[in-house]
């Protein structure tokens, strides 16, 4: 019997504020959110707890609730065994960090949605990821799986009791670092000789299926090739970007990146929209052209912020999550094309360009890409660059247009603070890159709108929905909030945003730092304790928080002339000097931190009159170079702008000439 053959009836979920949550809200699982009361029900009941972690936007979380968490016979079983607990990731990411590092621990490999069977004191002793309800593929089902989890908690108790303890104390012993040498050196060279080792040189990104972006990779190859003119990784960071702007990864009709590529071409991504994909590789995009003045790139950075401005913005100006992957219960549903439907969409002339842009087949449905760029096309059809860009937005629109008619994939619209932080970074530096006072302007409004909301009392707060924000904040959201209203005051040059990213620089520090060994601990000295307070260093999805807070530090320290600011920096580097130089390249973004440690670096101060012309036109001419190594300062004054330029505590002759000021810090 199936859940759609009985009365739908709400759970526990039923009153959370977590999308991912609320989507389980009417299962025959007898779910609780993660919280003391499941725990105390386990332990009164003497069962094992069930914790299922996943995401709203999670492509196979849905299949496994459509053939587990939706059906009477599993849901049954599970409410005999255990007691279920939901947890959204994202809400959550210290809990997912723990139990996902357990997973790893036990099976090699990890991934969502996580299952995790443990004791009622939080021991895990079994996990997975995707069950379906019955064994296949040699893959054990919920079905088959659940009935010897009863007999082994009934009849092995103390086997299982020692096995938790096991991988409880491994967990523990993991989170264990002693502080090593200072990072610097030619680690970060290391790290691009480890890229290089694993590039892929006909397609990009590393080698082999799936393919994820590694904008973090990007931004190192980027600074490597700054400082050595090492010209192969440039060539990589190039042929990388080149490849995903042209493939399915990329959104060709409404920009924006999807999650990841399932094969090694870039060509059929996994569908789903996340907000930090799209914050990360837009700087990245927005570097490479810095360095490249490609106009391609330019585009694909703009493309990416202006589908996160018109998709994603909630009503408060703040950023919603993700997009999912599946419409219409049908994965890609949205941005897929059969020939007829563009048949219907365009005319001929325009179709039969289409075909040629997008490599169409008659048959199916077609992830758009192109399977070459603009020049060449236009080269091979024989029609200008400039006719075929207009035709190109022209088709372009006209598809954006027949979309919106659509099903449109669900939005998870909760406010995530880290990745809010992640998206106002790439808004504001972008802005200064392409002169786009429209991005500052959002970056503003969503940082104005977490300051308000996120941070009314002097600690931060995670997750904001439905009017209500909620859960105390770990690093990461710490972290990527002050990087943000960094690249926004140097963006805007208001001070409120650099005196907000000291007033959290400071709670940071208070309540996360490791004063024993150095580094920042995930989770605030007063958060909810779990198997372990972890320190992370390794780059995900997204860098470590530890990796943006040392980069913080550094640019704070030049910003606010203070050098114990740097020295902390140093000390945070120094507490995850033995797994960064074991695995400098799964340390990306520290190595970019670590660059900047290195120094030289350069404090270049404007005075002049922001109205005028000349000021303008000197602070958009330092915006538009890669200087990722100078921090940037306006003194309002009503004369002719005059440059000021610093570096190691000496000061140079002011210039009001810019090329003698780029000349001073393009060393």
């Known amino acids: 019997m199936t859940r759609q053959d009985s009365p739908v009836k709400a759970n526990r979920l039923a009153a959370e504020t977590s999308p991912y949550l609320l989507q389980h809200a009417t299962n025959p699982v007898d779910w609780f959110p993660w919280g003391d009361e499941a725990f105390e029900r386990a332990k009164n009941l003497d069962r094992p707890v069930f914790l299922s972690i996943g995401y709203s936007t999670c492509h196979w979380c849905h299949v496994m609730a459509h053939e587990c968490f939706e059906d009477e016979e599993v849901a049954s079983l599970m409410n005999e065994t255990f007691v279920s607990v939901k947890v959204d990731r994202e809400e959550l990411p210290h809990i997912d960090h723990v139990y996902m590092e357990a997973c790893q621990l036990m099976t090699g490999s990890g991934g969502w949605p996580l299952t995790v069977i443990m004791s009622p004191d939080r021991k895990p002793f079994f996990a997975a990821t995707y069950l379906p309800k019955h064994t296949r593929g040699g893959i054990t089902g919920m079905m088959e799986m659940i009935p010897l989890i009863a007999q082994a908690w009934q009849t092995g108790r103390a086997k299982i009791t020692d096995s938790a303890a096991e991988i409880t104390r491994v967990v523990r012993q993991s989170g264990v670092m002693k502080p090593g040498d200072a990072l610097g050196g030619d680690l970060p060279g290391k790290a691009v000789g480890e890229i290089k080792s694993r590039h892929d040189p006909v397609h990009g990104g590393l080698a082999g299926a799936p393919k994820f972006p590694m904008p973090h990779h990007i931004m190192l190859l980027l600074r490597h090739h700054r400082r050595t003119g090492d010209q192969e990784a440039l060539s990589m960071a190039v042929r990388t970007l080149e490849a995903m702007r042209l493939g399915g990864i990329y959104d060709h009709v409404g920009g924006g990146f999807h999650r990841y590529s399932t094969d090694e071409l870039w060509r059929v991504p996994h569908f789903e929209k996340m907000l930090y994909d799209q914050a990360l590789l837009a700087r990245a995009y ?79 449905a077609n992830i758009l890409r192109m399977p070459q760029d603009e020049t060449n096309l236009a080269r091979r059809i024989a029609l200008t660059w400039q006719d075929l860009a207009w035709r190109m937005a022209r088709i372009r629109h006209a598809l954006f247009e027949a979309r919106l008619k659509r099903v449109r994939p669900f939005r998870d619209d909760k406010v995530l603070t880290d990745w809010n932080g992640l998206m106002i970074a790439a808004l504001a530096s972008c802005s200064r890159t392409f002169s786009r006072r429209d991005y500052a302007d959002a970056a503003g409004q969503a940082a104005d709108g977490l300051l308000e909301k996120m941070f009314p009392d002097g600690r931060l707060l995670h997750v904001y929905r439905s009017g209500k924000a909620r859960l105390k904040a770990g690093l990461d959201d710490h972290a990527f909030l002050i990087w943000g209203l960094i690249e926004l005051h140097e963006a805007t040059f208001e001070p409120r945003y650099l005196e907000a990213a000291t007033t959290l620089h400071e709670v940071l520090v208070e309540h996360f730092l490791d004063r024993e060994n150095g580094g920042f601990f995930s989770t605030s000295d007063d958060a909810e304790a779990i198997l372990s307070r972890s320190k992370a260093s390794f780059d995900n999805a997204i860098p470590s928080g530890n990796s943006v807070a040392m980069l913080n530090l550094l640019k704070l320290s030049l910003l606010l002339g203070d050098p114990s600011l740097k020295d902390l920096a140093m000390e945070t580097g120094r507490a995850f000097s033995q797994s960064a130089s074991r695995i400098p390249s799964a340390h990306a973004f520290m190595m970019c931190a670590v660059d900047l440690l290195m120094g030289p670096t350069f404090e270049v101060t404007i005075s002049g009159d922001p109205a005028r012309q000349d000021t303008a036109d000197m602070i958009e001419a330092l915006g538009r170079r890669f200087l990722p190594h100078v921090v940037t300062r306006l003194r309002p004054d009503q004369g002719k702008a005059v440059a000021s330029v610093c570096t190691e505590n000496v000061c140079l002759v002011p210039s009001g000439d810019i090329r003698t000021v780029l000349d001073h810090v393009s060393k």
């Open 286 to 364: 927005a570097e490479a052209y810095q360095v490249t003045a490609r106009d391609d790139f330019r585009h694909t950075a703009e493309g990416v912020l202006d589908y996160v401005i018109r998709d994603l913005c909630t009503p408060e100006g703040m950023f919603a999550t993700a997009e999912d992957a599946d419409s219409e219960g049908e994965e890609g549903r949205f941005y897929q094309w059969t020939a007829g439907e563009m048949k219907e969409t365009l005319d001929n002339k325009d179709y039969d360009l289409a075909r040629e842009i997008f490599d169409i087949r008659e048959e199916g």
